[in-house]
């Protein structure tokens, strides 16, 4: 994966996060405080009872406030736990998206570079070989560029690796991984693990 976009995505929940953490202490910090003034009442009202003081009602107020605070520090928890969530599901969307686009880019390498006849059965080999854990290893941990640049010198492919990234792009906006150029919604359209791109279309001779 991109390690500059892996940072980014580390910095922006770790201050959320710090913040959150901060919170929580000092909602701890109320309810300790809260709990003192109960223990603090309790005690004046066994031993050294005040004429005319509603000890009842002091309770009660601090016993109202202490829930309130209960409730807040439940929610915040729950938040932060939502977030986490979130956040540790955009992290596996992106390494999903990035281990999509270099093998799409590599198996338009396959097409592009195979005899005629030939390409399924290479594109089986290439899938087969992708599978490898080294292989996974190295999609996981390098930039798209550098994945599919040293897979192409490594099995013998063009390294034609700006081509290949954008037929990648190409197939994934097709499939609706990618928001379409012209602005249409494709959020009906479904979402396949994988798919072989396929050739490109020649283009008409420019007739002027």
């Not at 969530?85 to 590599?106: G, I, N, S, Y």
């Not at 290479?122 to 560029?145: C, F, G, H, N, Q």
């Amino acid at each position: 994966m991109d390690t500059a976009q892996t940072a980014s995505v580390s910095e922006a929940s770790a201050a959320p996060q710090e913040e959150r953490a901060a919170d929580l202490c000092v909602v701890a910090e109320l309810l300790e405080i809260q709990m003192s003034i109960a223990r603090a009442t309790q005690r004046e009202a066994l031993q050294a009872p005040q004429p005319g003081a509603d000890y009842c009602q002091r309770i009660a107020t601090v016993a109202r406030s202490v829930r309130l605070t209960l409730l807040l520090k439940d929610k915040l928890s729950r938040q932060a736990e939502e977030r986490r969530k979130a956040a540790a599901k955009r992290e596996a969307a992106q390494e999903d998206w990035h281990e999509l686009r270099v093998k799409l880019a590599m198996q338009a390498a396959v097409y592009e570079s195979s005899e005629e006849g030939e390409e399924d059965r290479r594109a089986d080999e290439l899938s087969e070989r992708l599978e490898r854990p080294e292989v996974v290893e190295l999609i996981e941990a390098s930039r798209a560029e550098v994945a599919v640049a040293a897979l192409c010198r490594r099995w013998g492919y063009p390294v034609r690796v700006q081509q290949w990234l954008e037929m990648a792009d190409e197939a994934m906006e097709e499939l609706g991984f990618l928001p379409s150029q012209d602005g249409e919604d494709d959020e009906d359209q479904p979402e396949p693990r994988s798919a072989a791109p396929g050739r490109r279309k020649p283009q008409p001779p420019d007739t002027g």
